[in-house]
T-cell receptor
Framework: AQTVTQSQPEMSVQEAETVTLSCTYD???????LFWYKQPPSRQMILVIR??????QNATENRFSVNFQKAAKSFSLKISDSQLGDAAMYFC?????????????FGKGTKLTVNP | GAGVSQSPSNKVTEKGKDVELRCDPI?????LYWYRQSLGQGLEFLIY????????KSGLPSDRFSAERTGGSVSTLTIQRTQQEDSAVYLC??????????????FGPGTRLTVT
């Protein structure tokens, strides 16, 4: 079974600075998808960024980028120019590319605090 | 357009009672997922629907839990004879399709269930 580990229960960053959230995963599959989700206090899970394992290029979405290291099974999220609205729980998630296995496997989450 | 909606937003019930949680997916989304979020276990997959059928119900924790989906739209998660360990936030998500293509799962705001 696949597992996802987020080793940082909490992180903090100063407004306008950069922070990196760590995620590692364990799988024997070669094709899969990785995601970072944000969950603010409203509980609404919001997709931040996704990465297909077959793509070597790291995904980027505005201030959010990932460092995907397939051999190391590592998938970190970098938030640049942090804003107060970035404060939330961040979850790393794995999804198999194998048909019929649609579930997301989540890490335990990292609580990000942004200090003004 | 309208997102995934869930009702009720909060539910308090007595131990031993049955509860029904409802999910309205985004119109046209054929895939629907239920997850449970609790302090001790994090985010766990419960069940996945493709249309009205459930190809993966491996995450249902016991036979007290059941779910159905009708008309390829609304889904109901039923918990019979609730226990205190059932207290959690129950999240529903839907996606446009499933299979090998990784479509984003859009989450609802969740139902917070408290069993007293």
């Amino acid at each position: 079974a696949q597992t996802v580990t987020q080793s940082q229960p909490e992180m903090s960053v100063q407004e306008a600075e950069t922070v990196t959230l760590s995620c590692t995963y364990d799988t024997s599959e070669s094709d899969y998808y990785l995601f970072w989700y944000k969950q603010p206090p409203s509980r609404q899970m919001i997709l931040v960024i996704r990465q297909e394992a077959y793509k070597q290029q790291n995904a980027t979405e505005n201030r959010f980028s990932v460092n995907f290291q397939k051999a190391a099974k590592s998938f970190s999220l970098k938030i640049s120019d942090s804003q107060l609205g970035d404060a939330a729980m961040y979850f790393c998630a794995y999804r198999s590319a194998r048909g019929g296995s649609e579930k997301l496997v989540f890490g335990k989450g990292t609580k990000l605090t942004v200090n003004p | 357009g309208a997102g995934v909606s869930q009702s009720p937003s909060n539910k308090v019930t007595e131990k031993g009672k049955d509860v029904e949680l409802r999910c309205d997916p985004i119109s046209g989304h054929t895939a629907l997922y239920w997850y449970r979020q609790s302090l001790g276990q994090g985010l766990e997959f419960l069940i996945y629907f493709q249309g009205n059928s459930a190809p993966d119900k491996s995450g249902l924790p016991s036979d007290r839990f059941s779910a159905e989906r009708t008309g390829g739209s609304v889904s109901t998660l039923t918990i019979q004879r609730t226990q205190q360990e059932d207290s959690a936030v129950y999240l529903c998500a839907s996606s446009l399709a499933s299979g090998l293509l990784s479509y984003e799962q859009y989450f609802g705001p969740g139902t917070r269930l408290t069993v007293t």
